[in-house]
């Protein structure tokens, strides 16, 4: 009985050990910004959806209602009528004919999932053009402080030493001039 005892004391502290280094595995995991980035983003995309849903059912479907039915949910297609029907009845609904007992082929709510998916990509589409637009003019803005090598016409960032094209040494940009003096290679800006 003894015996067990010592060996189980370990065992416990093993359990223990592992789990407390999965919870520091799993802070590392929140920490690192992905994951918090992705919550954010199927956050936002399920908000989204609902007002391309909106979109699609509030605007859409009742332009597509002057030109035809109300709704295109309610189109739908009688496979087989229930039994002891005449076959010739006629449901205003899907919901009216399940109610009876008719098996029905509802291509109507699919065309309004396609129309769903293609608005949703569309303004996905537009809203991540939009962003890029935004992006490429806050850079345009910047201006750049890289230069081409003398020897490679290649761009080399500001305070490069070598070209990382060329490997031309030593280079520097026409403004900037060696800091002699101190005895450092350093960068200065020549005074105008």
């Given amino acids: 009985m003894a015996g067990i005892r010592e060996r189980t004391k370990g065992l416990g502290g093993k359990a223990v050990g592992s789990v407390g280094g999965f919870f520091d595995d799993f802070k590392k995991f929140i920490d690192r910004g992905n994951v918090v980035?992705?919550?954010?983003?199927?956050?936002?995309?399920?908000?989204?959806?609902?007002?391309?849903?909106?979109?699609?059912?509030?605007?859409?479907?009742?332009v597509l209602g002057l030109l035809g039915t109300a709704s295109l949910q309610?189109?739908?297609w009688v496979m087989r009528y229930p039994a002891g029907s005449s076959g010739n009845d006629t449901y205003?609904?899907?919901?009216?004919?399940?109610?009876?007992?008719?098996?029905?082929?509802?291509?109507?709510?699919?065309v309004?999932?396609?129309?769903?998916?293609?608005?949703?990509?569309?303004c996905l589409f537009i809203f991540i053009k939009l962003l890029f637009l935004f992006k490429k003019k806050a850079a345009a803005a910047a201006p750049s402080t890289d230069w081409p090598c003398p020897k490679c016409r290649e761009k080399v960032k500001e305070g490069a030493i070598r070209c990382p094209h060329c490997t031309a040494e030593p280079i520097f940009q026409p403004s900037v001039v060696l800091n002699e003096?101190?005895?450092e290679r350093e960068h200065l800006t020549a005074k105008a």
């Avoid at 205003?92 to 699919?110: C, D, L, Q, R, S």
């Fill in 37 to 62: 980035d992705l919550a954010v983003g199927v956050i936002l995309g399920a908000a989204f959806g609902a007002v391309v849903a909106s979109l699609v059912a509030d605007i859409f479907s009742p």
């Fill in 112 to 122: 309004q999932t396609v129309i769903n998916f293609i608005m949703v990509a569309f």
């Fill in 181 to 183: 003096d101190a005895g």
């Fill in 92 to 110: 205003p609904t899907v919901v009216k004919a399940k109610e009876a007992g008719a098996i029905t082929m509802n291509y109507g709510n699919f």
């Fill in 74 to 76: 309610d189109l739908f």
